[in-house]
């Protein structure tokens, strides 16, 4: 097992047992998750109503859910984002952004060393076995930065002696052009004392297709969305040995390769100028190493290797024919990040304690340059020391604490005079940083768990966040402190019988030295640590069978964010969220099911003048199990043709049609 899981599995965010044991036996096998990618607060049992969300593979399939962003998007506590300027697809949890949400893959951390972010539609989810999501109590063998949480997305593991899959999918709006076409491929050996894994992708869409209802402005027609193409490859490899029953040591390969455009800003705020983006290249490659030995008595060591290479190029053109860049807005950039590091943990029982330690090194290399200028190198060194115990209880309760130690040391960062050509240091500067964290958790009863967390969080600025000029804007700030989030959390679970299962949890998230822009004269600002946030609400979830042939579900999510040191406006996140599901199973072969999704305005300017307006959409889609492994999928998405966006001047894609067939064996 691994890093943060304490979960029980969440009923209400995941296929119900009906349909999983369903889709299990069409498909001839049950895919499993690969454990060492995992990193929990583990007991001898699942903790009880650990705030912990999981998505497994059956539901990321029947809901078409491509890339981890959409995929994230049906938790509560989640909203999803798209940073329409670089057209990115983000999360949001409980208000923080992926910077304080960090993103790993099989317990690795794979967010880019320049700005901490990553752009989650890049990451497709056809060779992934689940996704899981940790608020607040995140454990701190995660290692640093983990301020809101963590995203942590686990692949596969076979355990046939021949495993897979094949599939092919086609979408389209009601426009022609926007065909989108995806295939792929997952391959897996299990010989006892070793295991092989292959799975690649390929998706593309030559444009999408606004909503009918769009209306159009000087920068979009309407129609097809311009400049909104879309190419991802993605080829993973890994292998493993077990050479006895609790050992394990595997190495894994990742390759991504990606290309997009950037639609133009169809709005109608006079602030925001139009940008003409491509991104020829959006490129990621990673390898790493994971292992657990058993050291006798309930002992082990775990550890992790990793290097991680980030490559991406960005062209800014003249306007919508992207051929000429003679303007003073045009360019071409190229960034070159690579990352290395590793951790271990150990973990020993003593007594009515579970101890874990664990240690983490992290180094950040960042180059760039634009056509005619000298690479710009910068350096991080990030470390972390963590423990972690927990304390059984006895008759069902257990508590758990831990706390880490984390540094940030800049090794280098170089400055650029355009006028003067010259190269020079920035200051040279680093950070420190305790995370303290405390949790109570319990059954009340045969029907009944609850918990109570506290926790103190922090994230180091990033690179990006103390040397950028934002395009001549901004005037950077080595002196960035870390800023921090102090959260108290509680939570309860109860089953109604085996037919319904409902959650609720309240939280409240003291948020200081937050890194907000100063506006320093009319055309330059500087990010500095004034923000002071308090960050509270709600979430719910319900899940409920009726006989064989009906399940309901859904979860509904209240944030209210004061932002208490500014009248700037928070963004990008709505203060409510519904979302809701129907399946019927008509017979063994046939289900039909519907969703919808509802979420409250959010403002995309922090002057408040730019809103994204409220939206319902409403999804419906069919799946068929023809036997002997073959599922047929057909759908709709945006049903009703709604048209909606998540940042304004940035619309989705109006009612969109699929179908997906694919093959187990």
């Not at 989650?120 to 949480?149: I, M």
């Not at 979009?220 to 490899?237: C, P």
Request: hydrophobic share 30%; with cysteine.
């Amino acid at each position: 097992m691994g890093i943060i899981q304490m979960y029980e599995r969440n009923i209400s965010l995941k296929i119900s047992v009906l349909s999983a044991a369903l889709a299990a036996a069409s498909a001839g096998h049950t895919e499993e998750t690969f454990q060492l990618g995992r990193i929990e607060v583990t007991a001898k049992r699942d903790l009880p109503a650990v705030g912990t969300d999981q998505i497994e593979a059956e539901v990321i399939r029947d809901e078409n859910r491509e890339t981890v962003a959409k995929t994230v998007d049906r938790l509560p506590g989640v909203s999803m984002g798209n940073f329409g300027a670089r057209n990115e697809q983000t999360v949001f949890v409980r208000g923080f952004d992926m910077r304080q949400v960090p993103v790993f893959m099989d317990g690795v951390p794979v967010y880019v060393p320049y700005d901490g972010y990553v752009d989650l539609g890049r990451f497709t989810t056809f060779d992934l076995a689940e996704v899981n999501l940790s608020k607040g109590f995140s454990s701190v063998l995660y290692g640093p930065n983990t301020l809101g949480g963590a995203i942590n997305l686990i692949s596969r593991r076979p355990t046939q002696s021949l495993e897979g899959e094949a599939g092919i999918g086609y979408s389209s709006g009601e426009e022609p052009g926007s065909d989108g076409e995806r295939t792929w491929l997952n391959l897996g050996t299990n010989q006892g004392n070793w295991y092989g894994q292959f799975s690649g992708s390929y998706l593309t869409q030559d444009a999408f297709a606004l909503s009918g209802d769009f209306t159009p402005t000087a920068t979009e027609n309407g129609g097809l969305r311009d400049n909104s193409y879309r190419k991802d490859r993605k080829v993973s490899l890994k292998a493993g040995v077990t050479p006895n029953t609790t050992d394990e040591y595997a190495v894994g390969y990742i390759n991504q390769h990606g290309e997009k455009g950037t639609p133009p800003y169809a709005g109608s705020s006079k602030s925001v100028t139009p940008r003409y983006w491509q991104w020829p290249y959006w490129d990621k490659e990673s390898v790493y190493a994971v292992s657990k030995t058993d050291l006798g008595a309930g002992s082990y060591v775990k550890s992790r290797l990793y290097y991680d290479i980030f490559q991406n190029s960005l062209f800014s053109y003249d306007d919508a024919t992207y051929t000429t860049q003679k303007k003073g807005y045009a360019f071409q950039s190229w960034y070159d990040d690579h990352s290395y590091g590793g951790s271990v943990e150990y973990g020993k029982p003593i007594g009515v304690h579970l101890l874990k330690a664990a240690a983490h090194f992290k180094l950040d290399h960042h180059e760039e340059h634009n056509a005619g200028e000298p690479i710009r190198t910068f350096e991080d060194r990030t470390t972390s020391l963590a423990l972690e115990d927990t304390l059984d209880l006895g008759v069902g309760r257990h508590m758990v604490a831990g706390v880490s130690h984390d540094t940030r040391d800049s090794l280098q960062a170089e400055d650029y005079n355009s006028k003067t050509k010259a190269i020079t240091d920035f200051p040279g500067n680093s950070g420190a940083a305790w995370n303290p964290q405390i949790g109570y958790f319990t059954d009340l009863g045969p029907s009944d768990a609850g918990r109570i967390t506290l926790s103190r969080k922090t994230r180091f600025p990033t690179i990006k966040d103390r040397y950028s000029y934002r395009l001549g804007s901004a005037i950077p700030n080595p002196d960035l402190e870390p800023e921090k989030a102090t959260t108290l959390e509680t939570g309860w679970v109860h089953r109604f019988s085996k037919q319904a299962r409902l959650d609720a949890t309240l939280f409240y998230s003291d948020i200081r030295d937050l890194i907000q822009a100063v506006d320093l004269t009319a055309s330059t600002y500087q990010f500095q640590n004034i923000g002071k946030v308090i960050a509270k609400g709600m979430e719910l979830g319900i899940e409920a069978w009726f006989g064989e042939a009906l399940e309901l579900g859904g979860n509904y999510t209240y944030l209210s964010r004061d932002n208490e040191r500014s009248a700037l406006k928070l963004t990008d996140v709505p203060d409510q969220k519904l979302f809701a599901y129907a399946t019927w199973h008509v017979s063994t072969p046939f289900s039909l099911s519907a969703t919808t999704q509802c979420e409250g305005k959010r403002y995309s300017s922090t002057d408040g003048n730019r809103v994204a307006n409220a939206f319902t959409v409403f999804g419906l889609r069919s799946s068929y199990e023809f036997g002997q492994g073959w599922v047929g999928r057909l759908g709709i998405e945006n049903l009703t043709d709604k048209e909606y966006a998540f940042q304004e001047g940035y619309p989705e894609a109006g009612r969109t049609f699929y179908a997906n067939i694919d093959y187990h064996f």
